[in-house]
């Protein structure tokens, strides 16, 4: 999984590629999270429309940021959930609480509200 | 023909990743495609990180046996636990709502479930949970 980080319009824009499976990938994406809401970096546009795979353990780190996010007082949405992914967050139900886009214009004005 | 594979390994998160490798390369020797063997392994793994946490409690001493066979047309991956796990009781488990929706319990097994093409849950001849899942080889 490769990571990559930049702020647009005063939000921080995270874009994720690969596979986000179990692995040591996962605990630098965990700080990435972690980091965002101590430095108080407010809200997250994650972008996940080059991401192939992703496991429990990865949307197990999803929901933590989330979770920490709101409760910073921040959100988090998705961006461009390929098919693949889309259909995990429906089948875990997690569609229910992410935000998800497919259009980062439409996205980042989202998070100006 | 892989025939007779048998994997017996510790409840220890930090061995997933080289199983996980190794199911892979089992994969593409039976003949899955190189674009499904990544699907097939993350099937394989959330039953085995499941029986890992929740059928052996976590417990390093406690093993998971994989057993893996080559049928005509067919990968299957028996795996094993020290657990006496009562699908039953448990059939047709959802996600939750709210503060449920948002923990981490099940979510692997409904993984493995929307990406293998069969998953059942059973016992083997001891008595322990045995998760079956099978893969088609085209």
């Given amino acids: 999984m490769k990571i990559k980080e930049e702020m647009k319009d005063g939000?921080?824009?995270?874009?994720?590629?690969?596979?986000?499976?179990?692995?040591?990938?996962?605990?630098?994406?965990?700080?990435v999270f972690q980091t965002a809401v101590n430095n108080d970096m407010g809200?997250?546009?994650?972008?996940?429309?080059?991401?192939?795979?992703?496991?429990?353990?990865?949307?197990?780190?999803?929901?933590?940021?989330?979770?920490?996010?709101?409760?910073?007082g921040a959100r988090m949405v998705i961006l461009n959930a390929t098919k693949k992914i889309h259909?995990?967050?429906?089948?875990?139900?997690?569609?229910?609480?992410?935000?998800t886009f497919t259009d980062e214009k439409v996205a980042l004005a989202s998070l100006k509200e | 023909m892989l025939k007779g594979i048998v994997l017996k390994i510790p409840s220890d998160n930090s061995i997933v990743?080289?199983?996980?490798?190794?199911?892979?390369?089992?994969?593409?020797?039976?003949?899955?495609?190189?674009?499904?063997?990544?699907?097939?392994?993350?099937?394989?793994?959330?039953?085995?990180?499941?029986?890992?946490?929740?059928?052996?409690?976590?417990?390093?001493?406690?093993?998971?046996?994989?057993h893996i066979d080559v049928f005509s047309g067919r990968l299957q991956f028996l795996i094993d636990d020290c657990g006496t796990w009562q699908p039953e009781a448990d059939l047709g488990h959802e996600p939750g709502e709210g503060e449920a929706l948002i923990s981490s319990r099940g979510r692997g097994v409904l993984i493995a479930r929307n990406l293998a093409r069969w998953l059942d849950y059973g016992l083997n001849p001891e008595g322990k949970t045995r998760a079956t899942l099978i893969w088609p080889l085209s």
């Fill in chain 1, 11 to 31: 939000v921080m824009v995270l874009r994720l590629s690969g596979k986000v499976i179990s692995g040591p990938d996962l605990m630098e994406l965990k700080t």
């Fill in chain 2, 17 to 66: 990743e080289s199983v996980q490798i190794f199911v892979e390369k089992i994969g593409l020797t039976a003949g899955v495609s190189e674009e499904d063997v990544t699907g097939l392994s993350i099937a394989v793994m959330e039953v085995v990180k499941n029986a890992m946490e929740h059928g052996n409690g976590g417990d390093i001493r406690k093993h998971v046996t994989i």
């Fill in chain 1, 87 to 99: 259909e995990l967050f429906i089948i875990t139900k997690l569609i229910t609480i992410f935000e």
């Fill in chain 1, 43 to 72: 809200n997250v546009l994650l972008d996940l429309g080059h991401v192939a795979w992703m496991d429990s353990s990865g949307l197990g780190v999803l929901v933590s940021g989330y979770t920490s996010l709101s409760r910073a």
